[in-house]
């Protein structure tokens, strides 16, 4: 398995631009979490889905973030309008109820910069 | 809220030295606790990971200790290698795949060095 695919890899951005990241997890994951790491919050988690369903989403930090899930493959997360403030690098991982769902696969991470 | 303390927040080791990091936790409800490992561009990855039934976990050079009553853990990187120098984050997570009980709540990460 080739692993979690996240694209892009790095991203530069207009404040009030919409931004769009996507993930592919990897085959045969049932949970899928977004995370955003910056220097100084750290990892956060964003959301959650388990079986495509959002499970919580107590994370995103406001509106102009949302996140979906339309099949077991595809996951994006979206922002509009994008804030300086919204530059981090984002995370998607996945896991697995047979080994553990707390047991994260992380992908390489999309670089957001939002000028 | 900060629910899980790590310290130092970077760390400089001489080859072949130990390295030490510390976490914290507050939420009695955890019993899962991973260490990840992250290194410059990449995502983080899973090193070790220990539940509160065992005080103690070695895997390779990489030890977790777990103190139950102070609610404290510890990483112990035994012969610190320059290849190990990388960001290490704690977690910790509570069991249950339901109402968030897997979610995993991060440590603010360590940056080790490990110089020859």
């Known amino acids: 398995d080739a692993g979690v695919i996240q694209s892009p890899r790095h991203e530069v951005t207009e404040m009030g631009q919409e931004v769009t990241l996507r993930c592919k997890p990897i085959s045969g994951h049932d949970y899928l979490f977004w995370y955003r790491q910056t220097m100084m919050r750290g990892l956060e988690l964003l959301i959650y889905f388990n079986n495509n369903v959002p499970i919580d989403d107590s994370g995103m930090p406001e509106d102009r973030f949302s996140a979906k899930m339309p099949n077991a493959s595809f996951s994006t997360l979206k922002i509009q309008p994008s804030e300086p403030r919204d530059s981090a690098v984002y995370f998607c991982?996945?896991?697995?109820?047979?080994?553990?769902?707390?047991?994260?696969?992380f992908g390489a991470g999309s670089r957001l910069t939002v000028l | 809220q900060q629910q899980v303390k790590q310290s130092p927040q970077s760390l400089i080791v001489q080859k072949g030295g130990i390295s030490i990091i510390n976490c914290a936790y507050e939420n009695t409800a955890f019993d899962y606790f991973p260490w990840y490992q992250q290194f410059p561009g990449k995502g983080p990855a899973l090193l070790i990971a220990i539940r509160p039934d065992v005080s103690e976990k070695k895997e390779g050079r990489f030890t977790i200790s777990f103190n139950k009553s102070a609610k404290q853990f510890s990483l112990h990187i035994m012969d610190s290698q320059p290849g190990d120098s990388a960001t290490y984050f704690c977690a910790a997570s509570m069991k249950g795949f339901t109402g968030g009980g897997n979610k995993l709540t991060f440590g603010t990460g360590t940056q080790l060095k490990v110089e020859l």
């Open positions: 991982a996945s896991s697995w109820t047979g080994s553990g769902a707390n047991v994260l696969t």
